[in-house]
């Protein structure tokens, strides 16, 4: 069974565990007091997302009656915010190595590398996010779920690099930049390890 699915089915069981004491807990509050149950159940890392190195985060949260409909929300709130924030990390990189460059003509060069990031947005697969946290507050008839998923830029900067390579008049442009060319020696080392990751795995396979 895939891991992810493993992680939010144990969350899940644990969750209906505790949903019928919490139910009659939650039903004899008032307003108030029920608003500041959910702030003070609101996990942390909804008011500030981790920080990693090459790494973006983002959060999401749901309310359902039907905890797997609630869990299915929460993650696909957390989804369109990852693709989002991952364009931000793009454009900030990009707008970097024009800053290096300070060409003439440096509006135009912008607007290209706007195209560039996105047409990568456009190609990137969230689907290769990883869930870190999840949590399920039962709240009267009522599941909140808060999701906190993880996504490893190592993808989304080949893709950039790729794109801006493609359109030749712009790699020359911008290989001068230290951060472009920083980056794309991090895309190459990435490329081998993957290369040699997905050789030992074929010659395990032969082995067996």
Not at 3 to 24: D, E, M, P, Q, R
Not at 63 to 73: A, E, N, P, R, Y
Not at 98 to 125: C, H, K, P, S
Not at 152 to 179: C, D, F, P, T, W
Request: hydrophobic share 40%.
């Amino acid at each position: 069974m895939n891991i992810k699915k493993i992680a939010l089915a144990s969350t899940a069981i644990v969750a209906l565990g505790l949903a019928g004491c919490a139910n009659k807990e939650y039903a004899s509050m008032t307003q108030p007091e029920k608003v500041a149950t959910t702030v003070d159940k609101m996990p942390k890392w909804m008011e500030k997302l981790p920080s990693k190195e090459d790494s973006v985060f983002s959060a999401g949260t749901a309310v359902s009656t039907d905890l797997q409909m609630s869990l299915d929300k929460s993650i696909l709130f957390a989804k369109r915010t990852l693709a989002d924030r991952i364009g931000g990390e793009l454009s900030t990189q990009t707008k970097h190595f024009v800053t290096e460059v300070g060409e003439q003509g440096e509006d135009a060069i912008l607007l290209e590398m706007e195209q560039a990031t996105r047409n990568v947005v456009a190609q990137i697969n969230v689907a290769g996010y990883h869930p870190v946290e999840t949590k399920i507050v039962p709240t009267g008839k009522y599941f909140r779920t808060y999701a906190l998923l993880e996504y490893q830029m190592g993808e989304a900067n080949r893709l950039l690099v790729n794109e801006i390579k493609k359109n030749r008049a712009l790699y020359a442009r911008l290989r001068s930049s230290v951060a472009f060319r920083e980056l794309d020696n991090q895309v190459d080392s990435k490329n081998e390890r993957d290369n040699a990751k997905a050789k030992l795995e074929v010659e395990a396979i032969k082995s067996q």
